[in-house]
């Protein structure tokens, strides 16, 4: 076989919403690694990105894609999107609460706007996290991070925007890494080791009682901690 001839396994090209990444034909965990050692060959590139990816006809079912999107999101990439013709792989993706049509996206999301809210929202920069973050696990990323489960005691998130832990946050958090003194921790257990914003540390009160979400940000020059139940959080 000449060399040229043989078939590409990923392709990557940007879009309005990212990076589209389409696959070639092959077994999928092959496919999958190669994904997986294009984003580490090139990290500055990829770092932050959000993407969109192409499987064709690949039969995904969830552990499959749940594997991928944990992969990803440790490497600093948002899957956001998944295109495919499988009725399998759509409806894993829509379980996940992925996209599978990447068709006029901007539009679906004015629409959108337009009915809930008076102007239309541009968003911003945000990394999930789906699953607990055990002791040596760290996330550091340019934006919000977003983790649904704990955060254990040796466990590290670094994020220039806020930090949102739908779990127990035992672990070191800084948001507003690089000096947003409106970033703010919330989490439904807040029980850091340390939490920092922008430049400035809290110490963490003994709780007694029943725990309660609580959301800590900066206020008169120091780090608070209220009830996410308080009507004056955050003013």
């Known amino acids: 076989m000449i060399e040229d001839q ?11 919403e990212g990076l589209l990444v389409t696959l070639g034909t092959g077994r999928w965990s092959e496919l999958e690694d190669s994904v997986l050692k294009n984003i580490e060959a090139k990290q500055n590139f990829f770092q932050g990105a959000r993407v969109a990816l192409d499987v064709g006809d690949h039969d995904l079912k969830a552990a499959d894609l749940g594997a991928l999107r944990d992969k990803l999101s440790e490497r600093g990439v948002t899957l956001w999107a998944v295109i495919s013709t499988s009725a ?33 929202l541009t968003g911003e920069n945000a990394v999930m996290v789906h699953k607990t973050m055990r002791s040596g696990f760290k996330v550091t990323y340019q934006g919000h991070v977003v983790v649904l489960g704990d955060v254990n005691p040796g466990a590290e998130i670094i994020a220039t925007g806020s930090v949102v832990v739908w779990g127990w946050l035992r672990g070191v958090v800084h948001a507003g890494a690089e000096g947003d003194e409106g970033a703010v921790v919330c989490a439904l257990r807040l029980e850091p080791t340390q939490l920092r914003i922008a430049s400035y540390i809290a110490v963490t009160p003994k709780h007694k009682g029943k725990p309660m979400p609580e959301m800590a940000y900066i206020k008169n020059g120091q780090v608070i901690a209220e009830q ?3 009507k004056e959080v955050g003013k």
């Open 88 to 120: 399998i792989t759509k409806e894993t993706s829509k379980s996940y609460g992925l996209v599978t049509s990447i068709y006029n996206p901007r539009v679906e999301i004015a629409n959108e706007a337009a009915v809930h809210f008076d102007t239309a």
């Open 228 to 230: 996410m139940n308080d």
């Open 6 to 16: 043989k078939p590409v396994a990923i392709q990557i090209k940007g879009i309005k």
